[in-house]
Nanobody, 115 residues
Framework: QVQLVESGGGLVQAGGSLRLSCTTS????????IGWYRQSPGKQRELVAD???????NYADSEKGRFTISRDNAKNTIYLQMDSLKPEDTAVYYC?????????WGQGTQVTVSS
């Protein structure tokens, strides 16, 4: 079991930046993969970026070069720095953690990018 608490969403103009945070209730070293998904109305939830326990990072193609995932092991927290935001980035962003064969989800944080 793990609890995931997200923060940092909000409203921003196109071209702006936001940083999302996800704080976990256990050590990041005990989590196989941790990262971010997002879901827009009428669309399926899609991977944004994740990072493995060993530090390997994976980005969705549409976010490469604009988004940066990072982690602070001492704070049990991961971050998603989002730059050059576009209206199509508008979505609820969910932190997830994959532990053994299970996925755990945060409550989500809304990101709205105005044109």
């Amino acid at each position: 079991q793990v609890q995931l608490v997200e923060s940092g969403g909000g409203l921003v103009q196109a071209g702006g930046s936001l940083r999302l945070s996800c704080t976990t209730s256990r050590s990041l070293f005990s989590i196989n993969n941790i990262g971010w998904y997002r879901q827009s109305p009428g669309k399926q939830r899609e991977l944004v970026a994740d990072i493995t326990r060993t530090g390997r990072i994976n980005y969705a193609d549409s976010e490469k070069g604009r988004f940066t995932i990072s982690r602070d092991n001492a704070k049990n927290t991961i971050y998603l720095q989002m730059d050059s935001l576009k209206p199509e980035d508008t979505a609820v962003y969910y932190c997830y953690a994959h532990i053994d064969s299970l996925n755990f989800w945060g409550q989500g944080t809304q990101v709205t990018v105005s044109s």
